[in-house]
């Protein structure tokens, strides 16, 4: 990723439940923007995460947003995006693919400590308000991941918003296989096309 975008990356080490529940991890991830915003102010930030990352990565756009500021540009690789909303993806791939349905609800008993926070926007992207405003994404999904349907759902919505959204998905994937680049082509490809992305998005912050 560093290699193919040109980027200096900073991988962050977030609180992580059950020990530090929601919203510990954005609370931490929000700080480490900031930081960044004071110790580099005039190079352009992007964010990027695969899975619970790549939800606390559209979280941070999000939260950005409301805080009157953007970002380059959000890659997010099959990210868990829509909490209670659960698209036929779901159900299709409920077990047998890796990332199985009984998992996911296990995680989300772990992260969260009412069931309310099931609808809160900052847990479940895809109920925010509106969806105007937020910085070019990249949106890459599996074919066979329960958490596809939320994917090409997220992907859809920020269209209709009028964001740049570039859409991929890999469909003879499972979750989590960029796990798998170093023997798998698709996770290669997936890797340098997100940096490529990056490379882009960054060139265009240092522009504007």
């Given amino acids: 990723m560093a290699a193919s975008s040109g980027a200096m990356i900073l991988s962050l080490d977030y609180r992580l439940s059950p020990e530090h529940r929601f919203p510990a991890g954005l609370e931490d991830a929000w700080t480490a923007l900031q ?18 990352g790549g939800n606390l990565s559209a979280a941070l756009s999000q939260l950005m947003r409301e805080k009157g500021e953007r970002l380059a540009g959000q890659l997010l690789y099959y990210p868990a995006l829509s909490g209670p909303v659960a698209p036929p993806s779901r159900e299709k791939y409920a077990e047998g693919y890796m990332l199985g349905v009984e998992l996911l609800h296990w995680y989300c008993g772990q992260l969260l400590s009412t069931p309310e926070e099931l609808f809160d926007p900052r847990f479940a992207p895809v109920l925010a308000e509106h969806f105007d405003g937020l910085p070019p994404t990249m949106l890459v999904t599996a074919g066979f991941d329960p958490l596809k349907g939320e994917g090409e759902l997220y992907a859809q919505l920020l269209q209709r918003a009028g964001v740049n959204v570039r859409y991929r998905c890999y469909p003879r994937m499972i979750h989590g296989f960029l796990n798998f680049y170093a023997f798998v082509k698709e996770g290669r490809t997936a890797l340098r096309e997100g940096g490529l992305f990056l490379k882009r998005a960054l060139e265009a912050g240092n522009q504007g």
Avoid: E
Wanted: charged content about 15%.
């Fill in 35 to 52: 930081w960044l915003r004071v110790q580099f102010p005039d190079l352009p930030l992007a964010v990027a995460g695969d899975s619970a």
